[in-house]
C-alpha cells in the first residue's frame, strides 16, 4: 500500500515563509495533489490542490515536481493562526484509496 | 450554500452496539467518502462512494459499512462496536473532479 509521510511537527516565527513537504511514492497517475488545515475538534479545510508544477492562491502555494513523487506546501508570512495540523491528501496508484499523510503539526511562535 | 453536515456531532455507545452515522454532502456533489481519525493512526479512509455506488473501501473489517441514497446524502454504520473504534468520524464531499470538502465530524465514543 502507497505509503503517504510527512514530517511529525515543524515550528516557525510569525511572519516567516514555511515548507511542508509530503513524500507520495505510489501516487496515482492520473489524481490531484491536496493539502487540508486542521484546527482541533474541526473537519479538515481545503488549502490548495495542484497535479503537477507550481500552484498558488491567495493563502498558498503548491510545488509538484515532474516526478510527483513528492509535493511541497508553501504557506507565506505565517501568523499566530496558521498554528494547526497541515495533511496531504493523495490517491494510490495499488488500490485507488485516498491516502492521508500523518499530517505535520505546524507551531507558529511570536 | 450550505457545507457537509454529519449527524449527530457526538455519540456515546456501549461495547457490542451497532451504530449509524448520516452525511448530507454540498448539494450537487455526487461523491461521497468517509475517514476514521484517531490519535494514534490518524486519518484513515474507510470508503468512497459515487452515484450511489462503491466505488472504494479502505482496510477495515466488515463491521464497517457504507451506503450512499438517490439524493447522494450517505450512510456509514459499525456493527458490535468496539473500544478501539472510538473516533472522529469524518465525511467529505466532491463533485468527483474537485477538492474534497469536510463536515465537523461525528465523535464517536464506545464505552
Known amino acids: 500500500l502507497a505509503k503517504t509521510t510527512q514530517p511529525i511537527s515543524m515550528d516557525s516565527y510569525e511572519g516567516q515563509e514555511v515548507n511542508i513537504t509530503c513524500s507520495h511514492n505510489?501516487?496515482?497517475?492520473?489524481?490531484?495533489i491536496t493539502w487540508y488545515q486542521q484546527f482541533p475538534s474541526q473537519g479538515p479545510r481545503f488549502i490548495i490542490q495542484?497535479?503537477?508544477t507550481k500552484v498558488t492562491n491567495e493563502v498558498a502555494s503548491l510545488f509538484i515536481p515532474a516526478d510527483r513523487k513528492s509535493s511541497t506546501l508553501s504557506l507565506p508570512r505565517v501568523s499566530l493562526s496558521d498554528t494547526a495540523v497541515y495533511y496531504c491528501?493523495?490517491?494510490?496508484?495499488?488500490?485507488?484509496?485516498?491516502?492521508f499523510g500523518g499530517g505535520t503539526r505546524l507551531m507558529v511562535k511570536p | 450554500k450550505a457545507g457537509v453536515t454529519q449527524t449527530p456531532r457526538y455519540l456515546i455507545k456501549t461495547r457490542g452496539q451497532q451504530v449509524t452515522l448520516s452525511c448530507s454532502p454540498i448539494?450537487?456533489?455526487?461523491?461521497v467518502s468517509w475517514y476514521q481519525q484517531t490519535p494514534g493512526q490518524g486519518l484513515q479512509f474507510l470508503f468512497e462512494?459515487?452515484?450511489?455506488?462503491?466505488?472504494n473501501k479502505g482496510n477495515f473489517p466488515g463491521r464497517f459499512s457504507g451506503r450512499q441514497f438517490s439524493n447522494s446524502r450517505s450512510e456509514m454504520n459499525v456493527s458490535t462496536l468496539e473500544l478501539g473504534d472510538s473516533a472522529l468520524y469524518l465525511c467529505?464531499?466532491?463533485?468527483?473532479?474537485?477538492?474534497?470538502?469536510f463536515g465537523q465530524g461525528t465523535r464517536l465514543t464506545v464505552v
Open positions: 505510489n501516487i496515482a497517475t492520473n489524481d490531484y
Open positions: 467529505a464531499s466532491t463533485t468527483g473532479y474537485t477538492e474534497a470538502f
Open positions: 491528501l493523495v490517491r494510490d496508484n495499488a488500490g485507488n484509496m485516498l491516502t
Open positions: 495542484g497535479y503537477k
Open positions: 462512494y459515487f452515484s450511489e455506488t462503491q466505488r
Open positions: 448539494s450537487g456533489h455526487r461523491s
